[in-house]
């Protein structure tokens, strides 16, 4: 199943996104007597459409401060302070060490160890465009642990720490609204707009930051989709059905330093035709080459530009069941020192998940990713084709408790599986147990 080549040969790709498809519309068709989905937290969320008018309750943090009398002044100036702990364990049955060939799951390589995934702090100030009215916002976001090392640093920014747990600027930007119309202006570092598995655009809001039901993370995440992106964006809200935003940014996943001299275009359109079903559609343009990819080859490729493209439909069928599927496409013409022509990588992949009860939901993923540039996106060091199969819940223990609430478990059971022995020991598959736990303040 090798979309990559040509055309004519996108038949595996089109059918399973075909299925994938009609799995997902025939929910949204059928959908129209069933309950209205929860509102998300929009302190915790990225902002692709207008923030509800009512304000979400105090995090643990400004809750502490509010009873040291300190949050007055926050609360006035509409800044809100918040943040999560994550910690977890992988189990690589294929493999015998913490570094025994590579996993594919995360951010780092530490396998059949615990780790400190992240601890992250947030400071924020949202604006509401939709109220034409100036208004200036801003976040911070910095994070520290192993999902910080190394693959979340952007170009020159921190990217030179060693060890495990290292330290990150994960988003820092400046919003701004106009007055007269509804339209906003982010200039900054952010989080990436792309992909089912990012806080604007999955169906696992109920769970908090991070939004995700599941603790592995998607290939797509992983390898079809910048992580943080630098410049300026316009958000434009037509309507509360549509939202639209177009800018520029350095590149993928850089700030400070550029793969280049050029500039990589961003759009994204945001339709929520109800209140239960969003699509999401991200297109970004520009050359991506990274600096000091290969010994001898340019520091920068202006010429050749990467077309990345990212498809997003989520579904609240019931107020228990929720459906969501990802779409992602990277093509570029030419990858210096990499064979070949038509270099293409990405994947599809299904996500369900159904709340039993306050304490339990049953989250699943179905995904198959491939990479036609010869290991390019992967590091595997060949062309291959991926599948992976995920089941976890994700555990309140105690939902109704004012502190404790906070807590979520995640364990899960995930099975991966490639056509090319990329796996642990020259493996074809691998089975891995992970669990983590996430305390949000």
């Known amino acids: 199943m090798n979309p990559m080549k040509k055309i004519t040969h996108l038949n595996p790709w089109t059918a399973g996104l075909a299925v994938l498809g009609v799995i997902s519309m025939t929910s949204v068709l059928h959908a129209e007597a069933v309950a209205p989905a929860a509102p998300a937290n929009t302190s915790q969320t990225q902002e692709a459409t207008p923030p509800p008018a009512a304000a979400p309750a105090p ?65 924020e100030r949202t604006v509401d ?4 009215q ?29 060890g495990r747990n290292q330290l990150d600027p994960l988003q820092a930007y400046v919003d701004i609204a106009l007055p007269g119309v509804p339209m906003k202006l982010r200039v900054g570092k952010w989080i990436e707009l792309a992909g089912f598995e990012q806080f604007s655009a999955n169906i696992y809001g109920a769970f908090g930051d991070p939004t995700r039901g599941l603790y592995s993370y998607s290939y797509q995440f992983l390898y079809a989709e910048p992580g943080t ?36 275009f961003l759009g994204r359109v945001t339709y929520t035709p109800t209140d239960k079903t969003t699509v ?43 459906l969501g599927l990802g779409f992602d496409y990277v093509e570029t013409p030419h990858i210096p020192g990499n064979t070949g022509s038509d270099l293409q990588w990405g994947g599809v992949a299904q996500y369900v998940s159904y709340a039993f009860n306050p304490h339990f939901t049953l989250n699943t993923r179905l995904e198959w990713y491939s990479d036609a540039a010869n290991g390019f996106s992967t590091g595997a060091g060949t062309s291959a084709d991926y599948y992976a199969a995920t089941a976890g819940v994700a555990i309140k223990p105690f939902p109704n408790d004012k502190v404790f609430s906070n807590l979520i478990i995640r364990p899960e059971i995930r099975y991966d599986y490639s056509d090319k022995p990329v796996f642990a020991s020259g493996e074809h598959d691998q089975l891995t147990f992970n669990v983590d736990a996430i305390f949000t303040f």
């Open 59 to 123: 995090g643990l943090l400004m809750t502490g401060l509010g009873k040291a009398g300190l949050a007055e002044p926050l609360n006035k100036a509409g800044i809100n302070i918040y943040g999560y702990i994550e910690g977890g364990y992988m189990q690589d049955f294929s493999a015998s060490s913490s570094h025994d060939g590579p996993t594919f799951m995360g951010f780092n390589n530490y396998k059949n160890t615990a780790i400190l995934d992240k601890i992250s702090l947030n400071v």
């Open 129 to 132: 465009p939709t109220k034409k």
């Open 134 to 162: 100036f208004d200036v916002g801003f976040r911070l976001e910095g994070i520290y642990g192993a999902d910080a090392a190394p693959w979340i640093h952007s170009y020159g920014l921190a990217d030179t720490q060693t």
């Open 229 to 264: 992106q630098t410049g300026a964006y316009l958000t434009y809200v037509f309507n509360p059905k549509l939202t639209v935003d177009a800018g520029i940014t350095r590149g993928w996943n850089a700030s400070v330093k550029d793969q280049n001299s050029s500039i990589d």
């Open 280 to 322: 999401i559609f991200v297109m970004t343009e520009g050359p991506e080459y990274p600096i000091g990819a290969g010994v001898g080859l340019p520091s920068g490729d202006n010429s050749d530009y990467w077309t990345a493209l990212d498809l997003v439909i989520t579904h609240k069928v019931t107020d228990k069941l929720s």
